[in-house]
């Protein structure tokens, strides 16, 4: 277990709709990640966080925005929630042990359904 | 897109090795194997990884082929929790020694009793 929590784990909004998705960790990784997954697909990145306030654009970043004010939370935003960001959102740590700088652990995931 | 490519289903006795193949011609030379599974829709489990040599630990071994442009996993004894979805992938650096997962479909193993 690697101190990853996801919160909530499931909700259900409306298009156009402000959606905030947390992630929690409790072990001090340096490195935080959110991804989305479809069905029939593999996970695909969004954004990624390599610090406090330090941040970066993954491969589908279009609708989402990150924050990450302290080394233990890292938000994911959908500033206008549309019914083709409807998924399950994983959060994913690493770097925090020299083994797991090799290792990104998941989260349990967040169903997201926009209506 | 992914980087890899694997056969969409496999079967494996419980009991018997079970062995997933993935092809990733196109990896560069510092770019490294990884192999992580899904159960359910549970967020995904790290297994291995692996550069040039062969590696083993307590899940799995990954055999590397020589030129590097396929790997193997080996589950030694498939169990029935082992069912899941197998996702070969190819690490990429994104900057700040921090790095990208790009998982593509994945293998869904199913283990028969």
């Known amino acids: 277990d690697a101190g990853i929590t996801q919160s909530p784990r499931h909700k259900v909004t409306e298009t156009g709709t402000p959606v905030t998705l947390r992630c929690h960790q409790t072990e001090n990784h340096r490195y935080m990640y959110w991804y989305r997954q479809d069905p029939g697909h593999g996970l695909r990145l969004i954004h990624y966080?390599?610090?406090?306030?330090?941040?970066d654009k993954g491969e589908v970043s279009d609708g989402y925005s990150v924050s990450r004010s302290k080394t233990e939370d890292f938000l994911l935003t959908l500033e206008s929630a549309t019914s083709s960001q409807t998924s399950v959102y994983f959060c994913a740590i690493s770097g925090q042990r020299e083994r797991s700088y090799n290792e990104q652990f998941f989260g349990p995931g967040t169903r997201l359904t926009v209506l | 897109d992914a980087k890899t490519t694997q056969p969409p289903s496999m079967d494996c006795a419980e009991g018997r090795a079970a062995n997933l193949p993935c092809n990733h011609s196109t990896i560069s030379g510092n770019e490294y194997v990884y192999w992580y599974r899904q159960i359910h829709s549970q967020g995904p489990q790290y297994i291995i990884h692996?550069?040039?040599n062969n590696e083993t630990n307590e899940m799995a071994s990954l055999i590397i082929t020589e030129d590097r442009k396929s790997s193997t996993l080996i589950l030694p004894h498939a169990t029935l929790r082992d069912t899941a979805v197998y996702y070969c992938?190819?690490?990429?650096?994104?900057?700040?020694?921090?790095?990208?997962?790009?998982f593509g479909k994945g293998t869904k193993l199913s283990v028969i009793p």
């Open positions: 966080s390599y610090g406090v306030k330090d941040t």
């Open positions: 692996g550069l040039k």
């Open positions: 992938i190819v690490r990429v650096a994104t900057g700040a020694g921090s790095y990208q997962l790009t």
